[in-house]
């Protein structure tokens, strides 16, 4: 009977995983094998058909529950629809973002993420009606890239409504209830700390109570990442435990008895959950709350494996697709890793006390997730078993005391207030202790994205080298378990420049409206030709670092922006900030733009060399490749527009050569065609993404290129590209490949054979 909740829940979970990926005939074979050895194995026959049948349940369930995700949906414009606020609404820089649950049939249009353009007075539970524009979310565009339509969809949510004035949003109606108050009952808490603490102190002891992430800095919040601590603001078992523990200490005073003890802790939890919106990580950490209460005050076994598992359970028939997010998987494997992981290194370790309770806890849970850490986040934190150590009691007084502030908040300010300062201290001690962590040698890698068969053998040599450290029978597991898990490790801790060895690599990276272009040379240097930029966002930080982060990239040989336009230059900020690199070369003619103080000041803070290209100069990256520069020359372009001043490269691998033209015009592709520098060249970048201004038919009748790059955003305002552009590319028959149709283009080539991998469509191998 105890491993029975256990087979329950991953029968279930794998009948959703097969259905999900449509996996149907694999869904058949396991169920016939299920029944076959029900008939086989007599001991175990009900355990094989209950596991048959939750398998079959799990695969029906998903069917009916999780629509396909669909291939496109139109944009709406004029879009009108009513509806209720279903979470907290977040205010960032002017901008409110919130969930509605719409009056609408459509089951795309029943659950709408709202973003408006302004400031927005709504509590949870308020009615709206509200006008504006409908459109998808955008698809990732790169390779690995977070798939944000998608994580929407497993919670319902298919569209984003743009509003942009406040005159298209009416409030019909006001929360009214119990709902109500229990969300003033936290407002009220939640103002009384940004009255009384600092903003930082504030931002952070709020994250911790109540998951939220605004007011947080950015900076700070990857200080959290990448000291292993960022489960901090993730409410769920540590939290929840800490209110049990303050909880139980009160009614202990209060001499109730044990059922009044019971139902008192079920309904703080009950209301906790209900205060922060019911997120998947806390349905689990409350169940099982509710579950270890009962079996505490009633004196039965509290086997926390099966709680788990029965959490599992509940939590899938709420929500299948939950299965299949970040908090469900992360949240689950920590806890999976503190009930089965540690009780063994606490038994089979001769060191006891709390003292080493201590590391084995936090060794555990990073045993546990440290496969999706690295798969999700693409980061390994051997640091953050130190962090761990040294913030957990610090953290849970900050929390404890943080409870008891919030819940006097509405009743006795002045006392609420008086314990936020404690509160307060706490959060300067974990910012002064994470703030230090961070700069230890070794503190956190970045590593490539695993793949899921080694993830699927790391989590084997786990369960294994568990039951090795056990009996006697089982020890001869010992070694295999340790090396499928040291094999994981070392896997994870291969130099990005290992892989496609003896290749040229060009990507060109889905940046929206700009360029940004990695290349890798066959001996596996790194080099970044600009980095994208917007208004509205910072791309290095969104897009580009995690696209390096991706591949496990942890220094650029160079960094190279062709000119100081924003949709180039903005992103090599943020690289050039988090990223080792051993030189910045810009435009010789630009090299005291005023555009280029961020970059230039990063660069005298981190050291790296500033250097100027001009045409004439090559750069040996090494044996049998070199970078050519052709453009801008001297001061012939001083007084015109940026665009003409692009630097133009000519990157040459034996038979493949590569031709990239930054943002230039017509005037400086005339200069570079008299010059006698345009040549045939396997693949070029189309100038000025396409731009009527980059039309001159000489300069790609010279190139005669196979392959044109087109670096473009969707839809974007300037019409890039320009019809005629691609009418004359396709009478020359060369093959447009465009980053806002194919998202990012990845061309490989050994110097002889070509290969292009565009993220929408498949490329298919080419000679020269």
Known sequence: MNKLWPLAFFSMAAGIILAYYELGVIAICLMTLLLGSA???KRYSGHFFICMLLLLAGFIYAQLRIPDMPASLPDVQGFSCSGRVQDFPTVEQEKTTFIIKADRNSRWEKKIRVVCYFEVDLSRGDCVALNGVLKPPRRPGNPGEF????????????????????SDLQVTARNQGALKWLDEFRARGETLAKENLP?????????????????????????????????????SGLHVGFLLLLVGWIVSLLGLSKGKRFLVGTAVLLLYGTMIAWPVCVIRSIFMGILGLAAYYFGRKNDMMNALAIAGVFNLLIDPAALFTISFQLTFLATW??????????????????????IWLPLAAELAVLPMIAYYFNILTPVSIITNILVSYISGAAVIIGFIALFLAPFIPFLATLFLYPAGFCTEVILFIVNWVQYLPGGYIWVATPG??????????????????????????????????????????????????GMLEVDFIDVGQGDAILIKTPQGKFILLDGGGSNFYDVGDTTVLPYLHRRGIRSLRMIINSHP???????????????????????????????????????????IPWHGLSAGQEIKLEEGVSIKILHPGGDAYKQNNCNNQSVVLRISYQKFSLLLTGDIEKEAMQ????????????????????????????????????YAIISVGSNNLFGHPNPAILSMLKQANTKILRTDQNGAVIILTDGRQLQIRPKQGDGSPASN
Not at 681 to 696: A, D, E, I
């Open 39 to 41: 008939v086989i194995c």
């Open 147 to 166: 798939d944000y339509p998608l994580y929407l969809s497993h919670n319902g949510i298919y569209y984003n409504l743009s509003i942009k004035n406040s």
């Open 199 to 235: 903003p930082h102190e504030a931002a952070i002891l709020l994250g911790m109570l109540l998951g939220t992430r605004e007011g947080i800095d950015e900076d700070q919040y990857k200080t959290f990442q990448k000291t292993g601590i960022i489960h901090l603001f993730s409410v």
């Open 452 to 501: 899921v068969i080694l993830i699927v053998l790391y989590y084997a040599g786990i369960v294994a080298g568990v039951y090795a450290l056990g009996p006697r029978p089982y020890r001869q597991l010992v070694y295999p378990a340790a090396g499928v898990m040291l094999l994981f490790i070392v896997v994870l801790l291969i130099p990005a420049g290992f892989y496609n060895r």
């Open 565 to 607: 336009d924003n949709d180039h230059l903005q992103g090599l900020e943020s690289v050039a900030k988090e990223t080792p690199v051993g030189l910045i070369a810009v435009p010789q003619n630009l090299l005291d733009a005023e555009e280029y103080r961020p970059l230039k000041q990063t660069a005298q803070r981190r050291k």
């Open 337 to 358: 890793g503190l009930i089965f992981i540690f009780p063994r290194l606490r038994e089979v370790f001769p060191y006891k006390g709390w003292i080493w309770d201590l």
């Open 671 to 706: 200069s570079l065609l008299d010059q006698g520098f345009i040549t045939a060249t396997t693949v070029v970048k189309v100038p000025h993404h396409g731009s009527k201004g980059s039309l001159v038919p000489e300069f790609y009748d010279r190139l005669n290129a196979r």
